[in-house]
């Protein structure tokens, strides 16, 4: 994964909307985060960030080039941070992004999706 077909992906889902923020490519659907992807550190490999549902978070965060997302993990949220390409291909991160974006869209209130649909 690389930040060019991150955003590229991203931005192709509806409504997605792009800010940078946090030294970061933040995708965002009804002003909530579904997405982050960045750099932990400046010689570091590219990483994203994304929401997932209990059974993934348990099943993938101990796997290698994965762990449960700095900061948002420790505050109970089940979100996964793959920090290198060891476990997951490219499309394996897209389908958990995808998922993300689902996860977050139907969480919106029905006044933000009602939006969505005029």
Same mark, same amino acid.
């Given at each position: 994964?690389? %930040?060019?077909?991150?955003?590229? $992906? ?10 940078? %923020? ?8 009804? !002003? ?10 400046e ?6 960030? $994304?929401?997932c ?8 965060k ?16 089940k979100?996964? %941070?793959?920090? !290198? !390409? ?5 499309? %394996? ?26």
């Amino acid at each position: 994964m690389n %930040q060019i077909k991150y955003n590229e $992906f991203c931005k192709n889902l509806e409504h997605a909307t792009h800010v940078y %923020q946090w030294d970061a490519d933040v995708w965002k659907i009804g !002003n909530k985060v579904f997405a982050i992807g960045g750099w932990e550190k400046e010689d570091a490999e590219f990483t994203v960030i $994304f929401k997932c549902s209990e059974i993934a978070f348990e099943l993938n965060k101990d796997e290698k080039g994965v762990r449960p997302a700095p900061y948002l993990a420790s505050r109970g949220l089940k979100w996964l %941070q793959v920090y !290198n !390409n060891e476990t997951f291909s490219d499309e %394996q991160i897209f389908e958990f992004i995808k998922d993300s974006y689902k996860m977050i869209a139907d969480a919106l209130p029905k006044k933000i999706k009602k939006e969505f649909m005029t």
